[in-house]
Structure formats: structure tokens, C-alpha cells
């Protein structure tokens, strides 16, 4: 997958897990603060992005993987994705 293809997946997935608008999750770059930054992303939904990127990205992300800095901004999260997916 490439990393442009990649960014529109979990941009479309943020969307989709937070129910913010596509507008929104597209307005997204490697700055941009997710965990304490995005007031809809709380600790019950961080479980519910981990289990749809799995499940959409066909990855593995075990407890030891989560950590502050992977939630901490959007190029985190991106990042983290990318590692995964050469890993599998």
C-alpha cells in the first residue's frame, strides 16, 4: 500500500470510528494533535480506531504497540501504520 493510500485510508477511518466529517479527518497532517487534542477521540474510542484500523489495514496491534506518542498526533498514528503494514 502506499503511503498516499494509506493516509486517505486512516484519514477515512478516523472519520468513520470519531463521526467527524471527511472535511475534517482530510484537514489532517503530521502535526496535528489526535489523543487530547480531538475531544471525540477519548479512551473508550482509542479501542475502537485500534480495532477498525486492524481491521481495515489487515494488521496486528498488540498492547505493548499503544503507546502516548503513537496517539499523540496524526504522523504518530501514520507512522505507526506504515511500520505494521512492512511488518506483515
Known amino acids: 500500500m502506499s503511503k498516499e493510500a494509506l493516509d486517505s485510508e486512516l484519514k477515512s477511518i ?3 470510528v470519531l463521526g467527524i466529517d471527511a472535511e475534517q479527518a482530510e484537514a489532517l497532517n503530521e502535526e496535528s ?3 487530547g487534542h480531538l475531544p471525540e477521540l ?3 474510542a482509542v479501542a475502537g480506531l485500534l480495532t477498525e484500523i486492524e481491521d481495515r489495514l489487515e494488521i496486528i496491534v498488540e498492547d505493548e504497540d499503544v503507546d502516548a506518542e503513537m496517539l ?3 504522523g504518530g498514528l ?5 511500520t505494521k503494514l512492512s511488518e506483515a
Open 14 to 16: 478516523i472519520a468513520d
Open 33 to 35: 494533535g489526535l489523543f
Open 42 to 44: 477519548d479512551s473508550m
Open 72 to 74: 499523540e498526533t496524526y
Open 78 to 82: 501514520l507512522a505507526f501504520a506504515e
